[in-house]
Each structure stands twice: as structure tokens, then as C-alpha cells.
């Protein structure tokens, strides 16, 4: 065996660097195949009839609003009707209820007084200030009616831009396909660090290796306990982790067997939330422990943490230290995000920027200015998100300028960690050093890269965790690394288009904040360690060396999972849905 890998060793890496940029562009294809194009039929769960038939209303979502606002699902344009005045929400039961978000408390159902947990059954009279409407199930007159409005819809495509879509290949990617292509993808990478890397840590990269090829695998009966149907996300972690951990292994090779670890610990932390996150009433009486609990724990580290390279962000457990701040971001995001009924009916957004100051704050005097501007920035989509609030978001963002300069003008130290920015090649033997060595890394791996464990960035300080980019342009090649950059992207787009089949709004608010999360991160990692943004210090989420880092982002990635597959309550509905059409 040895003397056949001796033969082959010279001319492993001419080859393998082609097959490599081809396995990762269709394991590329495929994730995002099965994040973005996942095919879903427009469904009728139910019909309003309202006026004793003046109007039937089809109700194609398990949140609505009724109001006479044009951005309502269900527009009554009567004066005496508000703006939004309800939102009938199906709950985990199967069952419909009705929510007043104007708390004048004139729900009647069956005229009988009702509030929001009194459950709505088909046939059932509701009224509104006086309107009645009778939920009823559907018929084949509304469904024929509601196919004729979306044929009208689909008319306004052109006949070849819709041919267009079809020749590009727009259908669902295979899990299984994507990692019988990683698979591949790591073997070869197993060969590549046979020959490149000191044989003393073999064993240690092999065995994780090893355990790497199986976790894949694992996670389908673990997602047909969780009822995931579309594991896309989780592929696009598992694609991240290999690269990350090739880096490691190439960087410190010592260290995989703790981010091995870490990231077993990480896909436990997601199989609980992934079942804490499919009952949503569950989730709306635990968010205000979740933000009690990330002030404590950062108040405790701000008093208590260790300081390492200028930031009180550690907790020491023996020989381990955690970020606690990665775990955090986790309980920020649950604590966050909110149900449809529940934002109409706290209107204002105080509660959630009092919440956010106090961490962003924490986080400031700690010294972790990356991670506080990342909170910040998911703040911002949150608050578009819940609210839409445009002079809001405006005012935030003024006060929170202001604030910043006052505090640059009491603490000028914090600007000179900025002061190498766009210049570093003239600072390049002192401050510069780091991310000066990361672009002659990265332009000297060319397309294709020199090889897992051939490059030289390896050796510069926080090779495979703040520049780790640097590392992969140069070992990878800037191919593998520009998709590896995208793969945040495409999550991204999967949580925003997740909004046609998620149940709830809190899955959709909470997958874009955790998505944004990663999008805000990645770009300070990348464009920090490439000069084009100011250097932060924050990890690559799944990839950068580091057990809190990956563990956060397995939590983290547990609201884009949700939001992907939790479409539908828990129990059978009362009435089964009918399917509108074809496939969208």
C-alpha cells in the first residue's frame, strides 16, 4: 500500500485539484438546489365567508391578518374596521383562533365573547365589530376560483422566460446525492493530507475524518425524528465543516479532535432546539427566560471572563475556555423573534431594542466589538422584520452613530485597532503583518489552490480562525473559496424564500435574523482578513477553528432548518388541505 501511494504521490495533486473544484461545484449545486428550489403546491386550508356570501375569502396561510389595510391577507375596506385589526392564526392543535390586535375586545364567536386562545371550528360565525364571517371548509367553487386567479398571475410571464427557468434546471436537489459527493470530496482530501501533513497526526485527522463521513449519514434518521423532510442546510453545514476541518488539520492538527467534539456537541444543541422550536406556544412562554438568561450569562462573563487578546469574552472551565457570547447569539435569536399575533399585539418595538441595547452594550465593554456589531446589524433585520418601521430603524441607526462617536472621542485606543485599515502593506512588519500575509496567501494559491497542507499562511497567527479565508484561497484555490463565501448566501436566500411555507412568522423572522447572523459574520471574517472592511477578529461560522464558534452555529442553524420544514402544525387539521394547481 505505501509503495502504491509512493508512486502515485507525485502526480496526486496535479489531477486532484481539477476533481476537487469539480466535486465541490456540484456538491455546491445540489445543496442549492435543495435549499432554493424545493417545489411546493399553493394549498386552501380554509374559506371566509363573509356578508352571508358577499364575499368568500380562500385563506392559503396558517397566519393571516384581517384588516383594511392593503397589506392584509384578508382586506374588509370598511371605515369602521381598523387598519389591522385581527390575525386568525391555525395553532399546534390543528385549530384556528382569532386574536383582536386593537385589544377592544369585540371578538364574538357564535356570539359569544372570545379571546385569543378560544379555538375556531369550521362553520363557526365570527364577528368583527359587527361583520360576520363563517370559516368554512373548501370547495370546489373556491378552489376553481382560486385557479383561475393564479393561471391569470402565472399569464403575465412570458411563455419563453418560463421555458428559460425549465432549461436551466429549476427542481429539488438529493441529500443523498450531495454526500455521496462529499464523501468523495473527503476521501481525496484524506489522500491530499497523507502526503502534506506530519504523519505524527494521522490518526487523529483520519479517525475525525472518519467520524466526519458518518455524521452525514446520521443525520437522515435523526431528521426523520424531527420531521425534516429538507435537510439542505444541514448539507451546506456538513460541505463548511470539511473545509474547516482540513484547514485545522493543516493549521493545528492537534485541535481536531476538540472541534470534532464540539461540533457532536453543536448537532446535539440543534436536535433540541430543532424539537423545542415545533411547538410554537412552548417557545412564546420560554422567550423572556432565553433573554433573561444572555443578559446573565453575559453579565457573568463581563465580571468573571478571562481577557484574551483584549476581549473578556471567555468563561475558564479547566483546560477549556467557551465564548460566551456564540452561545448567546442563539438565545438572542429565540428570544427575538415573535409570532404573528403577538407583534400586532405589541405594536411598539420597545421591549426588543432594550433587549438588544443591553446586549450590544454588554458585549462593547467587554471589548468584542465584532460580535456586538453582528448583534447590532441582526437587530436591524429584526426590527424591519417585526416591524417594517422604517423612521424607527432610521432613528436607531442615528442614536447608535452618535453613541459610537462619543465613545470613540472617551476611548481613542478603540480607533487605533482601525488604523492599519487600507494600508496594511504599510504596516506590513508590525500591525499589518497578519492580513498582509493573508492576501500574498491568497493571490498565491491562483485558481486552483497548491494543496491542503502546502500553503505557508498556515504559520501566521489565527491562520485557521480570523484569516481563515486566507488559508483556503491558498490551499483550496480561489474557486473552492468564492463558493465556500456564496454557501452564506444561499442560506440566506432559502430563509427569505421560506416565507411561502413556513406556519409561522416566527420560524421565517428567526431563520432570516440566524441567517443574516452568518451573512454579517462571514463578511467580517472574509472582507476583515482581505483589507476591504476593518479587521474584527470574528470566525467563519462552521469552518473557523474553535468549539464555541461551531457549536453556536449548529444552534443557530437549527431556526433555517425549522423554517425549511416546519410548515405545518404538529396535529392532523381539522379539515384536510386541498392542493391549488401544480407545482409552483
Known sequence: MDFILQLIEPHYLRFARYVFVLLAFLIFIEIKRLILYRQEKQRILAVLNVGNGVEKIP?????????????????????FISKQHAVLVMNDDGYWNLTDTRFAGDILVNDQKA?????????????????????????????????????????????????????????????????????IFQILTCIQMYFAIDATYHKEIFLSFGALFILPWICIPIGKMLKLKNLGAEAAAFFLTTIGFSMIASANPQDVYKQLLACIIGIVLYIILC????NLDTIMKLRRYAALLSILILAFTLVFGSNINGQTNWIRLGPLSLQTSEL???????????????????????????????????????????TALIFFVTLII?????????????????????????????????????????????????????????????????????????????????????????????????????????????????????????????????????????????????????????????????????????????????FISASLNYATPNEHQEVKPVDVGGEE
Not at 370547495?139 to 399569464?155: G, M, S, V
Not at 424539537?275 to 415545533?278: D, G, P, S, T
Open 115 to 183: 379571546d385569543d386562545q378560544t379555538p375556531i371550528h369550521m362553520g363557526d360565525t365570527i364577528s368583527l365589530s359587527g361583520v360576520e364571517m363563517v370559516i368554512q371548509p373548501p370547495t370546489y367553487d373556491n378552489i376553481k376560483a382560486y385557479e383561475e386567479k393564479l393561471h391569470k398571475q402565472k399569464k403575465r410571464l412570458s411563455f419563453k422566460f418560463m421555458q428559460r427557468l425549465k432549461f436551466i434546471g429549476r427542481k429539488d436537489g438529493s441529500y443523498t446525492k450531495a454526500m455521496v459527493l462529499l464523501n
Open 328 to 370: 448567546v447569539k442563539v438565545l438572542f435569536i429565540f428570544a427575538s423573534s415573535a409570532t404573528l399575533n403577538w407583534l400586532f399585539k405589541s405594536k411598539n418595538l420597545r421591549n426588543l431594542i432594550v433587549y438588544s441595547t443591553a446586549c450590544v452594550g454588554l458585549l462593547f465593554l467587554m471589548g468584542d466589538f465584532g
Open 59 to 79: 385563506i392559503t396561510n396558517y397566519e393571516v391578518t384581517i384588516g383594511r389595510a392593503s397589506t392584509c391577507d384578508v382586506i374588509i375596506n370598511l371605515r
Open 382 to 558: 429584526l426590527m424591519f422584520m417585526t416591524s417594517g418601521d422604517i423612521k424607527a430603524i432610521f432613528m436607531t441607526l442615528l442614536v447608535s452613530g452618535l453613541g459610537g462617536l462619543m465613545v470613540l472621542s472617551f476611548r481613542p485606543y478603540i480607533m487605533r485597532r482601525f488604523e492599519t485599515w487600507r494600508h496594511v502593506f504599510a504596516h506590513m512588519y508590525d500591525s499589518g503583518y497578519q492580513q498582509a500575509s493573508a492576501l500574498i496567501a491568497l493571490a498565491s494559491g491562483g485558481l486552483l489552490g497548491l494543496g491542503v497542507g502546502n500553503g505557508f499562511a498556515k504559520n501566521i497567527f489565527a491562520a485557521d480562525t480570523d484569516i481563515v479565508i486566507a488559508m483556503i484561497g491558498e490551499e483550496w484555490g480561489l474557486l473552492i473559496a468564492i463558493m465556500v463565501s456564496i454557501m452564506f448566501l444561499v442560506i440566506l436566500l432559502g430563509a427569505i424564500r421560506s416565507h411561502k411555507v413556513a406556519r409561522s412568522s416566527y420560524y421565517v423572522i428567526a431563520a432570516c435574523a440566524a441567517a443574516g447572523m452568518f451573512v454579517i459574520q462571514a463578511a467580517l471574517n472574509i472582507f476583515g482578513a482581505l483589507d476591504v472592511l476593518p479587521f474584527t477578529g470574528v470566525t467563519l461560522p462552521f469552518v473557523s477553528n474553535g468549539g464555541s464558534s461551531i457549536v453556536g452555529s449548529w444552534g443557530l442553524l437549527s
Open 275 to 278: 424539537l423545542a422550536l415545533q
